[in-house]
């Protein structure tokens, strides 16, 4: 299988649901890194993997669709800190209150 080259930022293969978070580095500096695996953007995101992320968009490589999900994954963190009986972590208390 074809890897992403820098001109393609979209993956030559079979269908897949891709997940890119967009993370706010400084005031000038945004990073996007895709992710095959909602649960894994998740997990990061919990873990502290990202400076402050702002978005989460999943698309479709083969459907040619795109979705903001980050309502969706907004609810999945506070869900999981209320289940865990912990308080969410600073990192993302912007990305939550933003999106709830």
């Known amino acids: 299988m074809r890897q992403a080259t820098p001109d393609s930022a979209v993956p ?8 890119v978070v967009i993370d706010r580095l400084d005031k000038a500096t945004e990073i996007r890194v895709e992710r095959s ?9 919990v873990a502290g993997c ?33 289940i865990d009986g912990v308080t969410l972590p600073d990192y993302l208390s912007d990305f939550v209150e933003s999106h709830s």
């Open 12 to 19: 030559y293969g079979a269908d897949q649901t891709l997940f």
């Open 37 to 45: 695996d909602l649960e894994a953007a998740i997990g990061e995101m």
């Open 50 to 82: 990202f400076n402050d992320p702002i978005k989460v968009i999943s698309f479709n490589t083969l459907e040619h669709w795109m979705r903001d999900i980050s309502a969706d994954v907004a609810d999945e963190i506070q869900a999981r800190c209320d």
